[in-house]
């Protein structure tokens, strides 16, 4: 769906995991595409992902006071959305 030459933005994100019975502390990197990414990639214009993204319907986050779309969250929503027939 979305292009592989893109850039992508790779954000850390700090989870707890358990490892027999010890808590451990490890990063996982975050792939994330910007607005203007995503409209590219759907061929749209960047307004309508916005006001999607606003209105909920697809997710998004705010990283260094731009909004960002998680390359994994997009792709389940559009397997979601085919499994759907939608």
Same mark, same amino acid.
């Given at each position: 769906m979305?292009?592989?030459n893109s850039i992508e933005v790779k954000l850390e994100q700090d989870y707890n995991m358990e490892q027999n019975g010890v808590g451990v502390r490890k990063k996982k990197f975050i792939e994330a595409y910007t607005v203007e990414e995503v409209a590219k990639a759907l061929k749209l214009h960047p307004? @309508?992902?916005r006001r999607l993204y606003r209105e909920g319907k697809? @997710?998004?986050f705010k990283f260094g006071?731009?909004?960002r779309f998680d390359k994994q969250e997009?792709?389940?929503l559009r397997k979601r959305k085919n499994e759907k027939g939608i």
């Amino acid at each position: 769906m979305f292009p592989h030459n893109s850039i992508e933005v790779k954000l850390e994100q700090d989870y707890n995991m358990e490892q027999n019975g010890v808590g451990v502390r490890k990063k996982k990197f975050i792939e994330a595409y910007t607005v203007e990414e995503v409209a590219k990639a759907l061929k749209l214009h960047p307004y @309508p992902i916005r006001r999607l993204y606003r209105e909920g319907k697809i @997710p998004a986050f705010k990283f260094g006071g731009r909004w960002r779309f998680d390359k994994q969250e997009l792709d389940n929503l559009r397997k979601r959305k085919n499994e759907k027939g939608i």
